[in-house]
């Protein structure tokens, strides 16, 4: 049971989550929960830290870090406690959990649950602070923003897990962020196929790692309200029996930032270069749009995209390669969004491009840029305009509580 920053905001809902996994507990299950940073810790630590370092170092960074889940599970221990079970809490290194060196961002590579399968033997509630773990050099890491769910996803893969249930502040996961879309569908199961999509392309609610660990590891992840009972969404394996509507979510993003190398040498190897060095600073580049250089030059512009929080480091990777290459400038626009129309039926049906396209042109919205997948469209646009961008393809795509299959546009007209 992992249960997010929301669900354990205050005192009163860190009895709610203890009361929750008391009564699993108490219904017979070994129950193991992650708990996450409560409220909005994370960002004051991370605000903490630019207060006295505008760079900080990343080592330190994470020991600040990883103290906001700490917190919130020795709290759930003592009210367990109180609600007369046996519990205990464990740092992401107690609980066995092995990540790589690369601080603030860390990859688990292994999870040796022997600690936290002796403390369920012994008939004790565990609880296990998310997003962190001890790196191969016996650092404290932490796992990347929403990393609880990766913790959450590799304890209950190495424990051999029932379910991996993530409570959270919604109901599941919804065909658009209800924040954004009031009228939002709750799914009742998603494949793991639209989920990565989904959760690559913005869609927060589970963490992409987490969903990618889930899948290699054939982890069954129930998403669902920390606030009320009933049943969320199901994240289902390739191959289980499920409808495919043509579009299932529109996702979005607000942090994106772009880079534009103007002048970059038309010469084989070069954009390896540059992609590599962005790779080896572990800058996360998205999408990536290169033009041939107009007739006869050989010097092109390329640009690509990459998380907000990653643009310092971009930058500074970059930095060298510049006057190597003698590339003539570098632009960037921090202020970018993206929005995503996510389907797995929309491999066998042409046209949903076109459609997503002509929406926003509908709405005055210009396409910066553009990325397909067999099961995906996203676009670049200017970051302002990105609620709007969502809800007019969630409506256009009658994606909307209410809308039933057969009212939503796009059946055979669609390929016309
Ligand atoms: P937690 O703290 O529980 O990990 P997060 O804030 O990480 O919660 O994720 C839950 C939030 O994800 C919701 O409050 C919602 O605004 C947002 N969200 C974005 N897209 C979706 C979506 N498609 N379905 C559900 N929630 C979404
Ligand atoms: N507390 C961390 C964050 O805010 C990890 C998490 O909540 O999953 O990103
Ligand atoms: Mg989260």
């Known amino acids: 049971m992992k249960f997010g920053g929301t669900s354990v905001a205050d005192a009163q809902r860190v009895i709610r989550a203890a009361k929750r996994i008391v009564a699993r507990k108490e219904a017979g299950k070994r129950v193991v929960a992650v708990l996450s940073a409560r409220g909005s810790t994370t960002d004051e630590l991370i605000a903490m830290a630019a207060e006295v370092s505008a760079l900080p170092d990343p080592r330190e960074m994470d020991m600040l870090l990883s103290t906001g ?10 009210a367990i406690r109180d609600l007369g079970h046996d519990a205990v809490s464990l740092t992401g290194s107690q609980a066995g959990i092995l990540t790589d060196t690369s601080h603030t961002k860390a990859r688990i590579v292994d999870v040796d649950a022997a600690r936290i399968q002796r403390e369920l033997d012994s008939g004790a509630i565990v609880l296990v602070a998310g997003f962190q773990g001890v790196s191969t050099n016996q650092d404290v890491t932490t796992l990347g923003r929403g990393g609880s769910d990766t913790t959450a996803v590799a304890v209950a893969a190495a424990l051999n897990a029932e379910v991996c249930e993530i409570y959270t502040d919604v109901a599941g996961v919804f065909s658009a962020d209800p924040r954004i879309v009031p009228d939002a569908r709750k799914l009742s199961t998603v494949s793991f196929e ?19 660990y889930a899948r290699n590891h054939n982890v069954r992840i129930h998403c669902r309200s920390s606030l009320e009972d009933g049943p969320g969404t199901v994240v289902l394996g390739e191959g289980e029996t499920m409808e495919q509507p043509l579009i299932t979510a529109v996702t979005h993003s607000t942090d994106e930032a772009r880079l534009t190398l103007l002048g970059v040498p038309d010469d084989p190897g070069v954009a390896g270069r540059i992609f590599t060095a962005l790779a080896e600073a572990n800058v996360n580049v998205d999408m990536i749009i290169q033009n041939e250089p107009i007739s006869g030059g050989h010097r092109a512009d390329m640009s690509f995209t990459v998380p907000r929080s990653d643009l310092v480091d971009a930058r500074s990777a970059l930095d060298g390669l510049i006057g190597e290459l003698g590339i003539t400038d570098v632009v960037t626009d921090e202020k970018m969004g993206k929005v995503s129309v996510i389907g797995a039926g929309m491999k ?6 076109a459609k997503v396209f002509e929406v926003l042109g509908g709405e005055g919205i210009n396409i910066e840029m553009i990325v397909t997948s067999p099961i995906k469209i996203s676009c670049v646009i200017s970051g302002e305009h990105v609620p709007t961008a969502v809800r007019a393809l969630h409506s256009a795509f009658a994606l909307g509580e209410g809308a039933t299959l057969q009212e939503r546009p796009f059946g055979d007209e669609a390929s016309a």
């Open 69 to 78: 889940e700490r917190i919130s599970c020795a709290l759930c221990a003592m």
């Open 194 to 212: 639209e989920m990565l999509e989904m959760a690559a392309s913005g869609a927060n609610v589970l963490q992409l790692r987490a969903v990618e």
């Open 348 to 353: 066998s049906h042409p046209g949903v491009a």
